[in-house]
């Protein structure tokens, strides 16, 4: 059957380009949880670390194409608040990946107009990896491409604790009451304040969950998942992924225009 089976699969990825073409909706944000480096890694009988080294290559191909798609925002989960608890020695080889990552990639990303931006508990993060990635956020600041935005050591619920706290303290100190609360106070309040939602979330590796991210900025996103690990995850898949986008109704509770 397998004959029979590539020129109809050619056939449909042929008319998969055509639509793309013809994509008007690009999503302003996709926001991206990167799963499945170790199970990529698994399946070759290769160690864990260079699941991760793979997947860390695949981050530029997927910006460029991000950029050339006209996608304003990429927010990509990198390391999570949870995370730490895995093996030490794994930590340190992810830890250390930023470093390598912009040590191989800032020129192009820099060439590329991308700007580099983090959300997640920065301060917590070691040293070398601080600097590295601190460089590149100064380095690109006046960028005017596309925002290349890393969770790092990103946790949504206590992005959500540290809100909370912080408009305490505000109406314990008088400079704000309790009336003044809203969402858009929340929302400013946020890592990711300044930067719109996002439109378009895609996690790869096959699991159905959120892994604690984005929890309030993800309230109106639409979903897409698929099983391939992330090393995998290429130009097709992330082709794919949009054109799922562009063919949602978006309603955000009220009634079809
Ligand atoms: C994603 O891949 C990378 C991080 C979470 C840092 P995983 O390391 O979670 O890979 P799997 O899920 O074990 O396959
Ligand atoms: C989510 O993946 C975090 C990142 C991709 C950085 P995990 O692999 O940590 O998620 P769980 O543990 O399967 O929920
Ligand atoms: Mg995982």
Redesign the pocket.
Known sequence: MGFLKWPFKDKRNQQMEQDLDQLKIVPDHVAI??????????KRGLP?FA??KE?MDNIKRIVKLANGYGIKVLTL????TE?WK?PKQ?VDY?MMLPKEFLDTYLPELIEENVQIKTIGHFEDLPKHTKQAVQHAIDRTQDNTGLILNIALNYGSRSELVETVKSITADVKANHISVEDINEAMISDRLFTARLPEPDLLIR??G?IRL?NFLLWQLAYTEFWFTDV??PAFNEKEFKQALLAYQQRKRRYGGLEA
């Open positions: 949880i990167m799963d499945g480096n170790g199970r990529w890694a698994n864990r699941g991760h997947g989960y990198a390391f999570s995370n895995r794994e992810l790869t590796s699991e892994s690990h992330w």
